[in-house]
């Protein structure tokens, strides 16, 4: 440190030392707050999901808790009706949809394109105050008297009820606002910031998917703003638009919503598509098999994503005609989907595979999202649908798909750059159990759900007949080992901040941009911008070396 | 991946301090762009981003309004006889000419030319106050008749002596505002002949108000959003920062002004011009 | 997709700017005006809602498409931005298309459903009660 200190004026490039980086570039909590640099932002924006997802974690225990027997076990029933409301508006808005993009994207993104930071730094700060500032409405209604409309803001419910719907559709609007704005930025800085030889084919498997999400974000959000604004005027003046008593159409409300919201589902799980897409080959030390079906396949469910809205409003007294529509184009998004599936299996086939932790989150992703996207074509049949439309069925099916397709790739993603974040490595046993018990919690909570709904429980009941009670009270001992598992996760992570090792350039032979400079990276990311000459998935020239617990690229030993 | 050849233009990672020419040659230019033209056509890009979201956004209304309106035609018509058509006109010729200064501010720029182009910058942010003195006395003419959005719509005898209707419909018969029989039979008659001269609104009348106001005030806060913006603009071209490598900024603002444009191009007709 | 790097070698883009001759820019203005004053005098030709509805729509597009290609100067401009707003369009289309085919689908349902309910209450109550909407 001290000879840092004396010879910083005059260090040659690439010599400022290995205790200068962007973690300890600056001091102090101003230099965290009005920061421009893309991986300080993206270290907020994961501080901030991650309290969230504490936060909507608690709000869906305590609902699991009350479901425990029928009848009040621990809350009210309009209690619970402001719990799975506020848990579904914060685990949406807050947790998964800025979850990847923003919190690991924003992180690892430039660094992927060999890039000194995003297009607008600035922009992506305001995107986090944006953040900020939604999360404070939709907190603060939970003071006034929470929203009990559930997530979907229904009209003429959220015209009508007593409760404090408005601040959290002012929260809704600002969030949406919040992920337009890094959707934008994204798009912008794939277009213009991607380093010398860096083709759009050669760009790793993650970037695409945060362009395809970006796309969604800048088409769909808007939608959802003005529907939110409409429905704040509604609700104060009472404008006639949605509102039923008033000559409005509560249907129309739900063709703006789904409009943005559908996007929104692929907005959540497409760059969990990415995160897979990285964490797969690397862990199968061979090179992605499919690597340009699996790119524009995202490029294909971004498109349409947006023709398929109305397969949520089946039963709503939407048309036939429109459902039939729907519902046809629906079962075209499988295709995309599928060959994904299928190409990151085959790239597994025959690779050596590792079993660290990013990769048990991969492999669990792809066994849960399997059954979350096959039991979405239940749902997108219009004669099954009436039967499963609005009970747990569906509760369970958006829960493997958001749950165990986002959530689990937005940790294994976490575990992947943890030690480029940080600069330490994880406790790979703890790692290793804690992914376990998410893998055991997840299935236990929510696949008794299929079982409850097919058989007709609805969703959202706060009571229900005590032929359910094994099933709920399975899903409930399921949640909570569920909560263990993420509960270990975070101890296991927290607990490497503060113990050795430091981490190696380059952990797992990765062969993207962001492994080939220090954990963690300087503050300008790359002393030389990289001249790329070949794709991302190509790791023949890697190889483990003992004596630092990393891989370096042959022929460099000295170097390194 | 990589074949890691330094560029000169590049630099070094350490940034701050230690400039390249190209950095040291344009003030303007961000650390993390090569060139202006990066950072000129990242800008532009992002620009048009932002512009394709506002489309959007507007959408909703527009979207609001097309089912409203083909459904519910007699509303629409009945509500626009309360809108005054020079004024809506003069609106519109004073968004078009701000238009054609805000494009000129933009080639004043590249040019270098201050003088014109703070000319330029003043007279469009003078025409964009017309455009809301304007909108505020519509408004205020509005709030005064009880012509209000949705529960708050109450329309009161003001409103069949508003200038805009009268001059669509002629003046109200007489004694027909006091109340007297003779003069409400004269109105019904007119009704009779098919005559738009109606004391009855049309069910669900409040609705053209609801959507008049929620398309008219959204884009009234996008115009006074981009006087902020002009001012700002001022601001920078009184400090002559711009020139033929930086006038991203006031092109910027430019585009996003033709939009606030485009879409009034747009609401006159469907507002104002209903037949 | 790779336009980003060919432009580059685009000579018409080697300057950054490109001023917008004074003469083109008075003339889009005075055009778009002679459009302004003929859109207000066709409404008031009494040309019956649908025609003055379609050309005051053609006059209005034509107007937007000066103001985009000339003053937006999007007809110079990178082809990739003139995708990316024209594209939104289309998504705008198809935003308002689905929804106005299906409300239009399923509106005489309710229109019915409000008679029927109607005729049931004055069945019932024999007191006239909510009348239909249209």
């Known amino acids: 440190m001290a000879s840092t200190t004396t010879t910083a004026d005059v260090a040659p490039p690439g010599a400022h030392g290995a205790d200068d980086n962007y973690l300890t570039h600056e001091k102090g909590i101003a230099s965290w707050l009005l920061t421009l640099d893309h991986k300080r932002i993206g270290i907020m924006y994961f501080c901030c999901v991650i309290s969230a997802f504490a936060l909507g974690g608690f709000f869906a225990l305590m609902i699991r808790t009350e479901l425990w027997a029928p009848g009040r076990t621990i809350v009210d029933a309009d209690t619970y009706n402001q719990l799975f409301t506020l848990h579904g508006a914060v685990m949406v808005f807050l947790v998964i949809v800025p979850g990847i993009p923003a919190a690991l994207g924003n992180f690892v993104l430039p660094l992927h394109l060999g890039a000194k930071d995003v297009a607008f730094p600035k922009l992506n700060l305001m995107s986090w105050y944006m953040w900020i500032t939604g999360a404070l409405f939709l907190i603060s209604s939970l003071i006034v008297s929470a929203a009990d409309t559930g997530w979907t803001f229904y009209t003429p419910y959220s015209t009508t009820t007593p409760t404090a719907v408005i601040p959290a559709l002012a929260g809704v609007f600002v969030l949406g606002f919040s992920s337009i704005f890094t959707g934008l930025n994204f798009i912008v800085t794939i277009h213009k910031m991607r380093a010398p030889g860096l083709t759009w084919f050669r760009l790793p498997l993650f970037v695409w998917g945060l362009y395809s999400t970006a796309i969604m974000q800048v088409l769909a959000t808007p939608v959802l703003g003005i529907t939110l604004l409409m429905l704040i005027v509604e609700r104060a003046f009472g404008i006639g638009i949605f509102d039923p008593a008033l000559g409005g159409d509560p249907v129309l409300f739900q063709h703006f919503f789904w409009f943005y919201s559908h996007p929104a589902v692929y907005i959540m799980v497409v760059p969990a598509f990415g995160v897979i897409s990285e964490i797969i080959p690397v862990f199968s030390r061979k090179r992605l098999f499919g690597y340009s079906f699996i790119a524009l396949s995202s490029v294909a469910i971004a498109i349409l994503s947006f023709l398929v809205w109305g397969h949520h409003m089946f039963v709503s007294g939407q048309s036939v005609l429109a459902g039939s529509i729907f519902s046809a184009i629906t079962f075209l998004i499988a295709i995309p989907t599928a060959i994904k599936v299928l190409n990151w299996i085959s790239t597994m086939y025959k690779g050596s595979i590792h079993l660290d932790t990013p990769m048990l989150y991969a492999l669990m992703f792809l066994w849960v999202f399997t059954i979350g996207g096959l039991t979405g074509l239940f749902l997108s049949t219009m004669s099954t649908d009436v039967h499963l439309h609005d009970t747990y069925f569906v509760v369970a099916h958006f829960h493997y798909v958001m749950m165990g397709g986002a959530i689990t790739a937005f940790f294994g993603g976490l575990h992947y750059w943890w030690p480029k974040m940080w600069g330490r490595m994880y406790n790979e046993t703890t790692g290793r159990w804690g992914a376990l018990a998410v893998f055991i919690g997840l299935n236990l909570t929510f696949f008794p759900q299929f079982i409850m709904g097919s058989r007709g429980m609805p969703r959202r009941y706060y009571n229900y007949i005590p032929e359910f009670q094994p099933f709920h009270q399975a899903s409930t001992i399921g949640a909570f080992i569920l909560g263990m598992g993420f509960l270990v996760t975070t101890v296991s992570l927290i607990r490497s901040l503060l113990k050795k090792p430091d981490a190696p350039q380059n952990p797992w032979g990765a062969n993207t941009l962001e492994w080939t400079i220090p954990s963690p990276p300087a503050y300008y990311n790359f002393d030389k911008i990289p001249h790329v000459v070949e794709g991302p998935y190509e790791y023949a020239d890697w190889e483990y070396d003992d004596k630092i617990g990393g891989y370096v690229r042959k022929g460099h030993q000295e170097a390194t | ?275 | 997709m790779a336009h980003d790097e060919k432009s580059a070698h685009d000579p018409h883009h080697d300057e950054l700017a490109h001023p917008m001759p004074v003469s083109m820019l008075i003339g889009v203005w005075a055009v778009l005006m002679f459009f302004t004053v003929l859109t207000v005098w066709a409404a008031q030709q009494g040309l019956g809602s649908q025609t003055s509805f379609i050309v005051a729509m053609i006059i209005a597009t034509i107007k937007a498409g000066l103001v985009m290609s000339i003053f937006m100067h999007l007809w110079w401009d990178k082809r990739m931005n003139l995708f990316t707003f024209l594209g939104s369009f289309l998504f705008v289309m198809l935003f308002i298309g689905m929804a106005l085919t299906d409300k239009s689908e399923y509106n005489h349902d309710i229109i019915s459903k409000m008679e029927s309910d109607s005729a049931q209450a004055q069945t019932s109550t024999g007191a006239p009660t909510m009348p239909s909407t249209k």
């Open chain 2, 1 to 275: 991946m990589t074949d890691a050849t330094a560029e000169a233009v590049h630099g070094h990672s350490g940034g701050h301090g230690h400039q390249d020419p190209i950095h040291a040659a344009n003030p303007f230019l961000a650390h993390h762009f090569d060139t202006p033209r990066q950072q000129f056509e990242a800008g532009k890009f992002g620009i048009w981003l932002f512009l394709v979201t506002e489309i959007l956004f507007f959408s909703g209304l527009f979207c609001a309004y097309t089912i409203y309106r083909t459904l519910d035609p007699d509303v629409f018509e009945w509500g626009h006889y309360f809108l005054d058509t020079k004024l809506g006109a003069v609106n519109t010729s004073v968004l078009i000419l701000s238009s054609l200064t805000a494009a000129w501010a933009v080639r004043n720029a590249q040019l270098q030319q201050h003088r014109a182009l703070i000319i330029n910058i003043v007279i469009t942010l003078l025409c964009a106050s017309t455009f809301m003195v304007v909108k505020y006395t519509e408004y205020s003419h509005k709030f005064h008749a009880g012509l209000l959005p949705g529960k708050y719509f109450q329309p009161t005898e003001e409103a069949w002596e508003m200038p805009s209707y009268e001059k669509k419909n002629g003046p109200p018969p007489e004694g027909f505002l006091d109340g007297k029989p003779e003069g409400i039979e004269k109105a019904e008659k007119l009704i009779t002949r098919g005559h738009p001269y109606k004391f009855d609104p049309p069910p669900h009348a409040a609705r053209f108000f609801g959507i008049y106001f929620c398309m008219t005030g959204l884009h009234g806060i996008h115009v006074l959003v981009g006087m902020g913006i002009w001012i700002w603009m001022l601001v920078k071209g009184v400090k002559r920062q711009f020139g033929p490598n930086y006038f991203g900024p006031v092109d910027y603002a430019a585009l996003y002004w033709h939009l606030v444009d485009l879409i009034w191009i747009y609401l006159f007709p469907l507002l104002y011009l209903i037949d």
